[in-house]
Nanobody, 116 residues
Framework: QEHLVESGGGLVQAGGSLRLSCAAS????????MGWYRQAPGNQRELVAR???????NYADSVKGRFTISRDNANNTAYLQMNSLKPEDTAVYFC??????????WGQGTQVTVSS
């Protein structure tokens, strides 16, 4: 059973934009803080952005001012708008739901590739 389904990855030139989506089941989404993480080859998975179920956000320093996380509670979907993309943003991006602060659900990941 897939609890989280990501979409929106792809290949884009440096300076371009992409929007990632993460669709979740309603039973999970409404009680979860949502986060986007990324993992590049040879690197550890790192937090990109996070949004609580009340809308508070935080970002990695490397993406502040370029990426925006949001959530649509009516449609159980979280988004990551990525602007001014750089080659170093290339990674597999994962969505995570932190349910009631006690359990994590992960999506399958979506590849983002930024060409120079």
């Amino acid at each position: 059973q897939e609890h989280l389904v990501e979409s929106g990855g792809g290949l884009v030139q440096a300076g371009g934009s992409l929007r990632l989506s993460c669709a979740a089941s309603g039973s999970i989404f409404s009680r979860s803080a949502m986060g986007w993480y990324r993992q590049a080859p040879g690197n550890q998975r790192e937090l990109v952005a996070r949004i609580t179920n009340t809308g508070r956000t935080n970002y990695a320093d490397s993406v502040k001012g370029r990426f925006t996380i949001s959530r649509d509670n009516a449609n159980n979907t979280a988004y990551l708008q990525m602007n001014s993309l750089k080659p170093e943003d290339t990674a597999v991006y994962f969505c995570k739901a932190r349910w009631l602060g006690i359990r994590d659900y992960w999506g399958q990941g979506t590849q983002v590739t930024v060409s120079s």
